[in-house]
């Protein structure tokens, strides 16, 4: 079992390029997440998504987009870079019942320059 | 929209003393589960423990224990003979009723120290 594959692990990118942070689940997990973490701070909510075609922002949308053509895969689109997106993020999924547990990907470290 | 707080940023404690971090929230909702995560410097994220509202019982996993005041929306961790492999980033965490937001506090960086 992979669990949640995140790639990739690191990039740079300069001010302006566009990226997509890709996420794939094999665990058929209904609800999935995008998070970004700065350095010594919490995780902050970008997107989610609760099935294939249904997403919605979190607190921190600005500057992302995301799709769910599938229920495995749940990809972030950074479109016109800033150094202020330079973080480390984390995709992760629950299954759709209360108190379970969420799995992570091992997050992708983003360095905007 | 519900908050989580974690009033400590760092924390320290000796290697086999017992240590308690903080969390508070604020939701409106009656039912919900609160959760603890744990960020080793590998950044996996890894599951301590969990709480469901309902309960009044606190949660425990060996070392590892809460106190739970649901009128205060109080959920603190408390970590018994603590171990130089618990240094690491802890999570609260909430999820709400209908279980499609998990939402993060700010996280309490934990040092142990031998």
């Known amino acids: 079992n992979a669990g949640v594959t995140q790639t990739p692990k690191f990039r740079i990118l300069k001010i302006g390029q566009s990226m997509t942070l890709q996420c794939t689940q094999d665990?058929?997990?209904?609800?999935m997440y995008w998070y970004r973490q700065d350095p010594g701070m919490g995780l902050k909510l970008i997107y989610y998504?609760?099935?294939?075609?249904?997403?919605d922002k979190g607190e921190v949308p600005n500057g992302y987009n995301v799709s769910r053509s599938t229920t495995e895969d749940f990809p972030l689109r950074l479109e016109l870079a800033a150094p202020s997106q330079t973080s480390v993020y984390f995709c992760?999924?629950?299954?759709?019942?209360?108190?379970?547990?969420?799995?992570f990907g091992q997050g992708t470290r983003l360095t905007v320059v | 929209a519900q908050t989580v707080t974690q009033s400590q940023p760092e924390m320290s404690v000796q290697e086999a003393e017992t240590v308690t971090l903080s969390c508070t929230y604020d939701?409106?909702?009656?039912?919900?589960?609160l959760f603890w995560y744990k960020q080793p410097p590998s950044r996996q994220m890894i599951l301590v423990i969990r709480?469901?509202?309902?309960?009044?019982q606190n949660a425990t996993e060996n070392r590892f224990s809460v106190n739970f005041q649901k009128a205060a929306k109080s959920f603190s961790l408390k970590i018994s003979d603590s171990q130089l492999g618990d240094t690491a980033m802890y999570f609260c965490?909430?999820?709400?009723?209908?279980?499609?937001?998990?939402?993060f506090g700010g996280g309490t960086r934990l040092m142990v120290k031998p």
């Open positions: 992760a999924s629950i299954q759709r019942s209360l108190g379970t547990e969420a799995f």
């Open positions: 665990m058929n997990h209904n609800y």
């Open positions: 998504s609760v099935g294939a075609g249904i997403t």
């Open positions: 939701t409106s909702e009656n039912n919900y589960y």
């Open positions: 709480q469901e509202a309902y309960k009044q």
């Open positions: 965490a909430f999820q709400n009723n209908a279980g499609n937001m998990l939402t």
